[in-house]
Structures are given as structure tokens and as C-alpha cells.
């Protein structure tokens, strides 16, 4: 297998896991952070979930909110407040940030590039999620307001090779962001930084890379790609039908950040200086092909590839240069792929071999 390809490395990259949380927790510590009351908006989806857990098990309090059913949330805390709410309403942004300190804004329809090139206006709808938001969080007094950005924002004539160098900040402009999804993403950092300079509210904005892990979709057209090929392997080693079907022709590079990193990445930003929208991404870019090849590995079997060429396969080449990111905060993403898959592979081997489905709830007491 060709080696996948590690950009803008540094020896703090391969820092433990104790030194990072370290500091992160001095810093609550001397903020009085712990006894702040906090909106994760999105809860009910993929990152959402995960970021409630992590906040909950810190002692926090926690205001869970998320347009969907409780009942199809990927992950519940029964020690948060869950809400049911359509945030695209703004009474409901309203209701839902009524005494809160810090708001992390998750929320958006969106989905792996199957889904963002086929829905763009249920996907630039996602505008009025954060616009509502954030006029609720200048009437509510909210002192600081995280937003999920996307590398989408980034110039698609920018990513037309496959050996991307890797996408730095300054790429977003001249602006060419990805048709629907990218444009509400960039208009959105626009908004959280006219409401900073304007208003006073402390807004950090992240652009995330290809996040994955367990608890999140695999099926059903939402999926990225890690958990797509994951779901696929799997299939066709419990089926014996030895192939699997890739969109586009595999050359196709990426770079995968792993829940864990995304997460940590997050509450850091947030709580940081930093008032730039920041690449929050892996360096470790890897085609599609090397994408196969290392879940074939995990599975223990080699499939025979159909490629299809009509399949949404979205820009060439897309990675994230973690220079900024290295400077600002001696960190950046650094969990290997390999590592990451191997999780994601036993959780969604799992699901498939128990019959659950995808959207059955998991409840954490």
C-alpha cells in the first residue's frame, strides 16, 4: 500500500494526550468555565453527540438541542437538558439560549458529498440556523459563540490536483466555495465576524475537515466517506460478493480528522484568542484508493473495485495546512487514520452484525 502523506508536522503534534487536557483544564479552572451553562446546538448529530458527552462527564451544564426526534439522536446524555427545537425558527433560538454563556453551533443539514451535491437548498437553508442564532445570543447576553465551519468555504480552483499541498486560510478568498453548502458556510463566518465587531458577542469559528468515528451515519446518503467504505467492506466480507464500489476513479485525496481530535480541537478554539476562522483538520492526506486499502487491511480481505465515474465525487485534491493551527496553539490533529478506522470498522462492524440500526439511540446515564 502507498503510504499516506503527513504535512506540516511538528514534534507537538505527537504530544500525549495528558500534557494537552492539562492545560485545557487550567484554563476552565482559572475562567470559572465549569459553572457556565452551555447550548450544543446539533446535539442529536455525529459531533454533537460526542461534544455533550465530553462536556457532561467535565461537570457541565448542558443544554442539548436538536431539531430531530430524541429518539433518532445519535447519542442522549440523560444529564443534559435535551430540546427538541427547529432552530431555523428564531423564538426557538430564543427559548433555547435563554441563560446561556457559551454556545456551540453545530447545527446544519448536511451530509457526505452524496448528499451536499444533490440537496444545495436544503443545505443553504442551514443560513438561518446560525443568523437566528446569533441575533438570539445578542438579545440573550451569551458571551461566546462557537461555529462549525467547513473546508468546503475553500476556492474549488484551488483543489483541482490530487497532490493538494494543503488548503491554508487565506484560500477561502477570492471566494469559489462549494456550490450550496460551501457558500452558507462562508456567509455564516461573515456573520459571526460583523456580530463580534458589531455587537461584542466572542465568536470562534473552526473549519472542520472530514470529521469521522464511531456514532455517527453510515448508511442512508449522509455518510462520508471513512464510514461509507467501512459499512461497504463489511458487507460484502458478511455477504462473500468480494467487491466494492467506489465513486470516482479512487484518486481522489483527502485528509480524515478523528472524532477525538475534532472535539479537543473544538473546546480549544472556542476557549482561545484566536478570532480568524482556523483550519480544525488532519494533515495526513490519503486518496481514496489508500482509503480502501487500509479498511481492507482492518477487515482482512482484498475486494475487487468497481469505479464509478457518475458518482458525486466533489474537488480532486482537498487537505488541511495546520500552520496557523501549530502556531496558535502548539497543537494540531494528530490521531493516525489507521488508528481512527480501526475504531470506526469495529463500531459499525457491530451495528451491522446486531441488526441495530444506524439511528437507534444510544442513551448514556
Known amino acids: 500500500m502507498t503510504n499516506s502523506r503527513k504535512k506540516n508536522t511538528t514534534s507537538s503534534a505527537t504530544k500525549g494526550t495528558l500534557p494537552r ?4 483544564q487550567e484554563r476552565r479552572e482559572a475562567k470559572g468555565d465549569t459553572d457556565k451553562v452551555i447550548v450544543v446546538c ?45 432552530l431555523e425558527m428564531y423564538e426557538n433560538c430564543e427559548h433555547a439560549l435563554n441563560g446561556a454563556d457559551l454556545v456551540y453551533n453545530l447545527a446544519a443539514d448536511m451530509g457526505g458529498m452524496g448528499f451536499i451535491e444533490l440537496n444545495k437548498g436544503l443545505c443553504m437553508l442551514s443560513v438561518l440556523i446560525n443568523t437566528h442564532l446569533l441575533m438570539a445570543a445578542r438579545k440573550c447576553g451569551v458571551g461566546r459563540f462557537f461555529y462549525a465551519s467547513s473546508a468546503c468555504v475553500y476556492a474549488g480552483y484551488k483543489q483541482k490536483t490530487t497532490d493538494n499541498p494543503g488548503l491554508c486560510e487565506a484560500d477561502a478568498y477570492p471566494a469559489d466555495p462549494e456550490d450550496g453548502y460551501g457558500w452558507e458556510k462562508l456567509f455564516s463566518e461573515r456573520m459571526c465576524r460583523h456580530f463580534r465587531e458589531d455587537f461584542g458577542i466572542e465568536t470562534r469559528v473552526a473549519r472542520y475537515h472530514n470529521v469521522y468515528g464511531p456514532h455517527g451515519t453510515y448508511d442512508g446518503g449522509r455518510e462520508k466517506a471513512p464510514a461509507a467504505i467501512c459499512r461497504k467492506v463489511i458487507q460484502a466480507k458478511m455477504s462473500g460478493k468480494k467487491e466494492i464500489e467506489i465513486w470516482g476513479d479512487g484518486q481522489q485525496t483527502r485528509s480524515f480528522m478523528y472524532i477525538d481530535d475534532c472535539i479537543y480541537g473544538t473546546e480549544t478554539i472556542t476557549a482561545s484568542d484566536i478570532l480568524y476562522p482556523i483550519n ?60 481512527g478506522l480501526e475504531k470506526t470498522y469495529a463500531w459499525i462492524h457491530n451495528e451491522i452484525k446486531s441488526g441495530r440500526s444506524e439511528k437507534a439511540i444510544v442513551n448514556v446515564a
Not at 21 to 24: E, G, P, S
Open 280 to 339: 480544525l483538520g488532519s494533515s495526513e492526506m490519503v486518496s481514496i484508493n489508500q482509503l480502501v486499502d487500509m479498511v481492507e487491511k482492518i477487515a482482512g480481505i482484498k475486494l475487487k473495485r468497481k469505479y464509478n465515474l457518475s458518482a458525486p465525487k466533489g474537488v480532486r485534491g482537498r487537505s488541511s495546512d495546520n500552520t496557523l493551527i501549530q502556531k496558535e496553539l502548539g497543537w494540531e490533529p494528530s490521531i493516525r487514520l489507521y488508528d
Open 42 to 86: 446539533g446535539a442529536g448529530g455525529f459531533i454533537g453527540g460526542h461534544l455533550v458527552q465530553k462536556l457532561v462527564n467535565d461537570g457541565y451544564t448542558v443544554r442539548a438541542v436538536d431539531k430531530k426526534p430524541q429518539n433518532f439522536w445519535y447519542q442522549r446524555s440523560g444529564k443534559a437538558q435535551n430540546l427538541t427545537l427547529n
Open 21 to 24: 487536557t492539562i492545560k485545557l
